[in-house]
C-alpha cells in the first residue's frame, strides 16, 4: 500500500513541484539555529571562519544533495537535524519496500513530522545519475556551475589605528598605526561540476592590511573508482571524536543530545577564511568495499612568536596590518604527515588515525609540557587513536582512545539511547591527561587546551504533548559543572515558537526568554529577554531585550531585517552572546558588555535570476562611556557602527 501511495505521489506534479521549489540556494532555518544554539549555550565565541566550515557542508548539500538511496546511517547521521530514531525509521523503510521512488515517501514514514520532511528533502535526491562514477572530460565541462562571492565591510567611525600621524612619530611608535587602509575586501570563486570536480580560490584583506594578505586555492577531484575523494592546496580533516585530527570548529551544544556525539567526515575542501586553521597540501581517499584509507601531507607556515631561533607561541588572529603583526607572519613553518583507516560495517565502523608533525624550530616558550615534547625525537611528535561507533538495536556507543609520542593519553567515551521519537539521551564522559597535546584536534571539551580535563555530561531531550520539546543537561568536571533547563514550544502551521532557558555555570546564572510569532504572511515578529547574574564577592546583574520584524515577499526577491535591543551588562561574568541576521553564508554573533542600545538592518534583494545583493548596517550606542576599544582600535566617542555590503554571483 506504501509503494502505490508513492508511486501516485510521484505522478502528481503538485508535489513534485513542491519539492522543486523548496530546493533554494539559502539553508533552513532549522539548520542554522542549531549552529546558534551551540555558539550561544557553550559560552565560548568562536570565530567567524570557524562557523563557515560547518555551514560550507550545508551549502555543497544544496548544489549536490545526498543521495538517500546510496544514504547509510553515516551519511543521515551527518544531516544532525535527525535524531537516532529518525534515523532508523528511514533504514528500516528502504529495507522493508526498497529504494525510494521519490521524496515524498518520506512524508509516509510513521516518526517524521512533516515539517522535518519538508526540511531535509532540500538536501536529499533519488537522482542515479548523481552517484555515478563514470564521466568524461566532456560531461565535466558541459556541466560546469560557478559562484562568486564579493564582500565589503567597514566600520563607519575612524579608530586610532587610521588616524594621521607624523612620520617621526610612527617611527618611534609603529605598533600605533595600521599598515593599509580601512575596511575589509572579500572574494571567493567556486566552480563546480557534477558534484565530481570542485575548485576554489579564496582572497581576504581585512582592515588595515596591504595588498590581497589571504589567499587559498584547493582543488578536489571526488567519486573516481577507487579513489573516493582527491584534494589538493587547503583541506580540512574530522576523524574520529576529534583527538587527533579535526581541525575545524566544533558544535558543543548544551540542550541537544547528538551534539555530543561527533560525526567524522573525513578529507574535504577548505574554504574558511581563518588564516592558521587549514591543512595545505595533498589529501587522497581510497575505497574498497568496507574499507577506507586516507592519506594526508601538509606543509605550510604559520603565524608565531620568535625570539632567539625559538617560538613560543602560535598567533591565531591572522591579522597582519601592524609592523610587528606583518613580521610573525608565516614565520614558523609546520609539516604534517596523517592517516587514518576505517572498516564500516552494518552497525559498526572501526578506524585508527594517526599524524606526525613537526615545526621548524623549537619550542622556547613556558609551557614545560611542549618543551619536553619538543625535546624528544628531535622535535617530531605524535599522535595516534582508535576510534569506534557500534549500534545497538536503540543504543549508539562512541569513543575514541589516543596517546602521544610521550605516552600522555586522552580517551572520551559515550552512548546515545533513542528508545522512541520523543525521548533521546547521550551521556558522554572524557578523560584527557595533564600532559596530553594534540594541535590539530579538537575534541569536545571546555577549554581550548584539552590537557587536563576528567569529568561527563549527560543529555536527555524529550518530546511533551504536540508542541513542547524540552533538554536536561548537566556537566561536570574536577573544578566545573554547567546544569541546563531548555524547553521550547513550536506552533509551526501558526508561525509560533517560544522557548525558555536557564544555565547554571559555576557563580554564573543566566535566565533566556525568547517569543516569535507570525504577524502576516510576509511578517514575522520577535523578542527576547536575558537576564545574568554572577554571585562573586558581590551580586553583579546583567540583562538584554530586543525587539525584531522580519519581511519575507513570497517570490523571494527581497527580505528585510530590523532589530533593536537594549542592555546593561556591567561586569565580564554577565555578558550575553546573541545572534544576528547577516548576509549569506555569514555568521554574527557579538557578546554584549557595557551599558547600550544597538541596532542593525539587514536587506536582501534579488534584482537578478542569478545575482543577489545583501546590504547590513548595525551600529552600538555606549551610555556608560565617552569613548570604546581601547589602544589602536580606541574610538573617539560612544558609537561603534559597522556597514557591509555583499554580492553574489551564480551561474
Known sequence: MRRMIASLLLLTGSWVSYVEIVRGQELPDKVTEMLIRSVEESGVMPDESGIEEILDYYRELLHFPLNINNAGREDLERLIILTDWQVEAILSYKEEFGNLLSLNELYNIPGLPSQLVSIIIQFLTTDTE???NKYSAKDLCNNLGFEM?????????KEKGFKPISKSEFEKHPDSRYLGPRGQLYSQFKVESMNHLNCAVTLERDAGEKGVDYKSINLSLINTGCIEKVIIGDYSARFGQGL???????????SDSKGLMKYPVGISPYNSTDENRSLRGAAVTFRAEKWRFTLLVSQRKYDARVVDGTYTSLLKTGLHNTKTTLERKGTLGGSLIGSNLTWSGNNIRVSQTSAIYRYSMPYGGRDSVLRKRDLSMDRYQGNFSLDGYWTLKKVRFFGEVAADHIGSFAAIAGALYSPSNRLETALVLRNYSEEYRAPFASPIARNLSIGGERGGRICSTFSIGKYWKTAVTFELLKDYYNLTLYA?????????????KYNWSDQRHCFRYNHSFRISSKFTACYRFDFNFFTGKETDIGFHLFG????????????????????????????????ERDALHNFSI????????RCYLNVHIAPLKKGDLWLRIASTRYLDRNEN???ITLISCPSKSEAKLQLRLSL
Do not use: H, Q
Open 130 to 132: 548523481s552517484s555515478k
Open 149 to 157: 562571492i564579493s564582500r565589503v565591510k567597514c566600520l563607519i567611525e
Open 244 to 254: 587527533v585530527l579535526w581541525n575545524t570548529f566544533a558544535m558543543n551544544s548544551y
Open 488 to 500: 521550547t514550544k513550536s506552533i509551526e502551521e501558526k508561525g509560533i515558537s517560544t522557548s525558555i
Open 548 to 579: 525584531e520584524t522580519v519581511f519575507k515577499a513570497f517570490s523571494g526577491k527581497f527580505d528585510a531585517s530590523v532589530r533593536v535591543a537594549y542592555f546593561n551588562v556591567p561586569v565580564w561574568e554577565t555578558r550575553v552572546y546573541v545572534y
Open 590 to 597: 557579538p557578546f554584549y558588555y557595557g551599558e547600550g542600545i
Open 629 to 631: 576599544g581601547e589602544g
